[in-house]
């Protein structure tokens, strides 16, 4: 059974009617893009679970189908995986970023609310934006202003708890930066001026200080050498354990944020 959604809102119905499918055994939820300059039937998997239908100049709905029922164990298989990654939003999802905890609230229109001490914020959002149409839309809009309240009140928490860790372990940092990075937790240039991603704040202490000493590391090290990986060590006990944890988690998307 195949079944055509369409969009609920009306502000987008006239460009998305017939944007997504519903494919028996396969998906609940199937975006459709057509694009005139591909040449062959394509999914694409988004890191945050959404399948996308890419379908060609010249196709048709029955070999569109044919396409995704043959590719039905690769896809279910490829969304289990990134929403192993991604945590799913929900209305009233609880997500935990370590220094502040977040709900989603619908609401008739977007804003956040804080309670006194700040530890807990409210994200209201337009109702629309839990359908899942709009996954993407609140997924980006979870991270921007989570990525804005880690810079305005984390920025100067984990430059103390790197500045700290630096002097415990009695090494010289020309300066530490924090700043919003897509891929790199963290960086150490030529000249010993450490980079770290903000992101670091929402995840746990423990992530954080290997990062920190990993680039701290990289002071003495300015490789990936054995011996870099052995003094590492040294300073950080457990580094190779953490550093697997860490490449599993992507600091544009929300991964390592728990939900209740
Ligand atoms: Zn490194």
């Not at 055994?25 to 988004?46: E, L, M």
């Amino acid at each position: 059974m195949t079944e055509f959604g369409f969009e609920t809102s009306a502000k987008h119905a006239s460009e998305n009617l017939f944007s997504h499918l519903t494919v028996e055994n396969v998906g609940d939820y199937i975006q459709i893009k057509r694009n005139a300059k591909a040449r062959f039937y394509r999914i694409k998997i988004s890191q945050n679970a959404q399948v996308m239908l890419v379908i060609p100049y010249g196709g048709n709905i029955e070999a569109a189908l044919d396409f995704v029922h043959k590719k039905a164990d690769w896809i279910q298989g490829a969304v289990r995986q990134a929403k192993a990654q991604t945590p799913e939003l929900k209305e009233n999802s609880q997500l935990n970023f370590y220094l502040f905890t977040m709900t989603l609230v619908a609401s008739d229109r977007s804003k956040v609310v804080s309670d006194r001490s700040g530890a807990h914020l409210e994200l209201q959002v337009e109702r629309e934006l839990f359908l899942q149409t709009n996954r993407n839309k609140l997924h980006a809009m979870v991270l921007k202003i989570s990525e804005a309240y880690l810079q305005l009140w984390g920025k100067e928490l984990l430059i103390e708890q790197a500045n700290q860790l630096a002097s415990e372990k009695a090494l010289k940092v020309e300066a530490f930066k924090v700043r919003s990075q897509s891929s790199l937790w963290g960086s150490c240039s030529a000249t010993n001026t450490i980079s770290l991603n903000i992101h670091l704040m929402r995840l746990d202490k423990k992530l954080r200080d290997y990062v920190i000493c990993h680039e701290l590391a990289h002071i003495v090290h300015k490789n990936h050498s054995r011996d870099f990986w052995r003094y590492l060590n040294q300073i950080f006990p457990g580094a190779k354990a953490a550093d697997k944890i860490l490449r599993r988690l992507n600091p544009k998307l929300l991964t390592g944020v728990t939900i209740s």
